[in-house]
């Protein structure tokens, strides 16, 4: 008997449906979203590894090789708020489906750099096609997950995301001592290119739309019922741009978010070199040790998302549930990048920053959670302008980091960090409100 036919004791949905067991299909959902996540980070971040090789051959300083890290930020900033109004306007089915192919392109085109021009041109439009990913993707969770699900939700697909730059070092000197650096970008597309065509043939608009989600599980999401021969979701009304970009709530929300890309930069970009060149490890050895921080980090995310979810439906109160996470995350990370900017064992380096990334990768859940919660419909281009501040403000850390290495100071990083962390540990406790409506006048 189908899952939608199969009648077993449980709650009556509004007298109108029989009594269901509630399928399960938007975990499907969130598995791709994880999925694309992963692959996202892994095509972002190999880059890290495969610097002090792409620095030699070509000839660069640690300035320069800082400017190819923020072409890429540059990029992703400027195309965050039309890539989430591309997912809101035309659904995130077609809207990842593209993006998705497009970097894929662009991380086989990283392989086939002649120099810093190439390099520069080619990590900025990289960054222009993942820029709106992270937004469409939080639009298409909006119709498929009940608010009280969004912190599990946004936390396992950033743990994801974490994972995936844990396993980069490893993966990518195992490439690299195999095949050389430029086969490191020729694999890592090709898992764009499968998740991509998977999505479209999975994914729909809404939970309606898919035979497998039943009258119970479309209650618990909080919608209707099925509707036969339904197609994909029509466009959405036209964005209110003028009240949503009027919200000091959502700017609040993207100041506060440039701490966490300030910080994480380092990791994504510069934390490979630092091993190498200031601590001198191997690169074997390096690849282990560089891992260790990341996968702390995806450890944290799944907590967060955890804990803000559990605080939430004991006190019913965003607020608290959202800002509590976030306040201790963003206090514990600046304690322990500070300790790690003065430690000088690799090994202490290391649990420092291991410690640092797992509270950092809290706030992660309900900052994105809060995104949904306060934008409905618009979540694709609400969470868009919030990525975009997060990650305009912060393109500036790995010049920041690369500049002042090659001048000596390898400690200072490290304490802009730190006070980068404590003022958005404040804009949270103080300003960030979860249950204030961008729309609200």
Known sequence: MPANKRRVVGPDIGGAFPKLRRTNFRWVICGMVAAMALILFLDRTSISVAAPMMMQEFGLSKTQM????????????IGNVPGGWLGDRYGPRLVLTGMVLFWSVMTFATAHAVGLASLLAIRFVFGLGEAGAWPTA???MVNWFPKSERGIVSGTTHSAALFATSAVPLLSVFIIEAFGWRALFHIFAVLGLI????????YRNSPEQRPQVNAAELAHIGRNAAIPGADDASPAAPVPWSRILRSKNLWFLG?????FN?????????LPTYLVEHHHVSLTSMGVLASAPLGAGAVGSLCGGLATDFVYRRTKNLRIARRLVCVVSMLGAALFMGLAGMSAAPVFLVAYLSLAVFFLGLVLAPTWSVAMDVSGEYSGTVSGVMNMVGTGGASISPIIFG?????GYWTAPFIVTSAVLLVAAATWAFLIDPDRSVLER
């Open 195 to 202: 998740w991509a065509a998977c999505w479209w043939l999975i």
């Open 255 to 259: 100041f506060s978010y440039i701490a």
């Open 66 to 77: 800082g400017l190819v890290f923020s072409a890429f930020a540059w990029g992703y900033a």
């Open 403 to 407: 500049a002042l290495t090659q001048a």
């Open 138 to 140: 939080t639009r298409a």
């Open 262 to 270: 300030y910080t994480s930069y380092f990791f994504y970009f510069w």
